[in-house]
Antibody, heavy 122, light 106 residues
């Protein structure tokens, strides 16, 4: 069974930093592109960052609102993907989900974690 | 950057009625579009992928159509458990989600 478990959310002041983790099991992590998606209160889903597998260069992509402030990384030995959130703004307040297709058809976001809440407030 | 625009923002319908949700892309995404259902406190659930293919286990009342820039999700006869927010998502060029359509009970 595929499992994704996020952790690391919490309350942080504007300008502060936070590090999120997503521990996974039940699939071959090193074969799977991993993505973070967020949902701000009362808003829709917004993709945040994506990291490809090492054989695809380990390339990272970021949504415009977070580019230069957030960093996605992965540790294939720990089956874990990370999201470093720096220079946080109040508008970054959201539930952050990690998600993946687990490198399986249909190659869309079938698997999701339960989410971790990040609150940016003074 | 591809922008997905969903309409309407809210759809108020009664159980048994037909729901038609629209998703328009700012440029062609081919058929690389999916639909998700999202309920409060739950993770989103993939319903339709590649514009028209139903995920195994998803009821037949859900169907998707379209290609290029215009897509539709149809729920043929709303069941009580179908009242939720629905998102389209493209993976043709990076990623993007639409703003969502809330289907609520009239």
């Amino acid at each position: 069974e595929v499992q994704l478990v996020e952790s690391g959310g919490g309350l942080v002041k504007p300008g502060g930093s936070l590090s999120l983790s997503c521990a996974t099991s039940g699939f071959i992590f090193s074969n799977a592109w991993m993505t973070w998606v967020r949902q701000a209160p009362g808003k829709g889903l917004e993709w945040v960052a994506r990291i490809k597998i090492k054989t695809h260069g380990g390339t990272t992509d970021y949504a415009a609102p977070v580019k230069g402030r957030f960093t996605i990384s992965r540790d294939d030995s720990k089956n874990t993907v990370y999201l470093q959130l720096d220079s946080l703004r109040t508008e970054d307040t959201a539930v952050y989900y990690c998600t993946t297709d687990a490198a399986l058809e249909p190659y869309y976001f079938v698997y999701w974690g339960q989410g971790t809440l990040v609150t940016v407030s003074s | 950057e591809i922008v997905l625009t969903q309409s309407p923002a809210t759809l108020s319908l009664s159980p048994g009625e037909r729901a038609t949700l629209s998703c328009r892309a700012s440029q062609s995404v081919g058929s690389l579009l999916a639909w998700y259902q999202h309920k409060p406190g739950q993770a989103p659930r993939l319903l339709i992928y590649d514009a028209s293919k139903r995920v195994p286990g998803i009821p037949g009342r859900f169907s998707g159509s379209g290609s290029g820039t215009d897509f539709t999700l149809t729920i043929s006869s709303l069941q009580p458990e179908d009242f939720a927010v629905y998102y389209c998502q493209q993976r043709s060029n990076l990623l993007a989600f639409g703003g969502g359509t809330e289907v609520d009970i009239k």
